[in-house]
């Protein structure tokens, strides 16, 4: 069964620009979720979706946002990008229920110059 | 609102020995979950154990077992027999509420196996 996937794996961007990011759930999984990785902040929760509806969001600016596909894969995009926003994005899936364990993709590393 | 933390930035343990790392958590929900992850230096979180907060037992799932004691909120990891490969960082999160997919991580412990 292949597990979570998160394309691309590495980007590099200016600011200003705007980037978007993919990830496809391990098959079956209808709940996706989206994490933002810093030395500084640690992991820090995005957003939930599940079955294409986004059910819990985080504390976030909304240049960031997300959607979610009838297939369960999510695209997550961040818009005018910020230095700040150099992080690794991790995505995880789930059958989405509660206190479930996420299944963790190897996350995209962006880089913001 | 939750909060774990995880007081120890690094610690260090000599192969086939056990080890504890700390977790300290907050939380006003009646009902939550606690879990720890391991992150290698590939970047991929990598589930390792679970404790529901009703669960009368201490979680084990092979060489890792969950010290958990509620009254504390203290939900400590143990590893034991240390291996090599599992030099790590290590991160102890809680999910609370009907908060679906959320979890509130730590900072983390660095794990250095010795031979």
């Known amino acids: 069964k292949a597990g979570v996937t998160q394309t691309p794996r590495y980007l590099i961007k200016t600011r200003g620009q705007q980037v978007t990011l993919s990830c496809s759930p391990i098959?079956?999984?209808?709940?996706v979720s989206w994490y933002q990785q810093t030395p500084g902040q640690g992991l820090q929760f995005l957003f939930e979706y599940f079955s294409e509806t986004q059910r819990n969001k985080g504390n976030f600016p909304g240049r960031f946002s997300g959607r979610q596909f009838s297939n369960s894969r999510s695209e997550m995009n961040v818009s005018t990008l910020e230095l700040g926003d150099s992080a690794l994005y991790l995505c995880?899936?789930?059958?989405?229920?509660?206190?479930?364990?996420?299944?963790f993709g190897s996350g995209t590393q962006l880089s913001v110059l | 609102a939750q909060k774990i933390t995880q007081t120890q930035p690094g610690m260090f343990v000599q192969e086939k020995e056990a080890v504890t790392l700390d977790c300290t958590y907050d939380?006003?929900?009646?009902?939550?979950?606690l879990f720890w992850y391991k992150q290698p230096s590939s970047g991929e979180m990598i589930f390792l154990i679970y404790?529901?907060?009703?669960?009368?037992q201490n979680a084990t799932e092979g060489r890792y077992s969950l010290n958990f004691q509620k009254a504390r909120k203290s939900a400590n990891l143990v590893i034991s027999a240390s291996q090599l490969g599992d030099s790590a960082m290590y991160f102890c999160?809680?999910?609370?509420?009907?908060?679906?997919?959320?979890?509130?991580f730590g900072q983390g412990t660095i794990l250095t196996v010795h031979p």
């Open positions: 939380t006003s929900d009646p009902s939550y979950g």
């Open positions: 098959s079956g999984h209808r709940s």
């Open positions: 999160a809680i999910e609370g509420g009907t908060s679906y997919g959320k979890l509130t």
């Open positions: 404790q529901g907060s009703y669960d009368q």
């Open positions: 995880a899936s789930s059958l989405g229920q509660f206190n479930e364990k996420l299944f």
